[in-house]
């Protein structure tokens, strides 16, 4: 312990609030004198090696890129063979995919939806 005294409490050990509680100061213990080891920023890094081993979590599966039931794999057909732009395809085939993998299976008002966006403008 150094000889200087605590900048915290002034060297008395204790702080009070504007409520006239005391309670030992929190800098020095309650010592009156600055610590040694008041160097400003604790370090709390993980260093241990046993911090960086892998976790046993399995990895993701991988989402499908293209539909897998009979009416999801034709109504991406339909939407290939539209004479859309390729990035409005790209989207509503990803679309398809993932209704697929929420409802299992394409629903006809959903089959609905993507024959609206892809008819031509009339």
């Given amino acids: 312990m150094n000889a200087e005294s605590c900048g915290v409490c ?4 204790r702080v009070s609030n504007s409520f006239g509680l ?5 800098a ?3 010592t009156g004198r600055k610590s040694e080891a008041s160097s400003g920023m604790r370090d709390v890094t993980k260093t241990k090696p046993s911090h960086h081993q892998p976790t046993n979590k399995a990895a993701a599966a991988a989402k499908p890129q293209f539909p897998t039931t009979f009416e999801g794999v034709k109504l991406a057909n339909e939407v ?11 989207r509503l085939v990803r679309e398809i995919t993932d209704y697929e993998g929420v409802h299992g299976t394409c629903t006809k008002t959903f089959q609905q939806k993507v024959r609206k ?6």
């Avoid at 002034?10 to 050990?13: A, E, F, T």
């Avoid at 005391?22 to 929190?26: G, I, K, L, S, V």
């Avoid at 966006?117 to 009339?122: D, E, N, S, T, V």
């Fill in 117 to 122: 966006q892809i008819r031509p403008k009339a």
């Fill in 28 to 30: 020095c213990g309650g």
């Fill in 22 to 26: 005391t309670t030992r100061c929190p």
């Fill in 10 to 13: 002034g060297g008395d050990g």
């Fill in 80 to 90: 290939q063979a539209s004479g859309i732009d390729a990035a409005v395809k790209t």
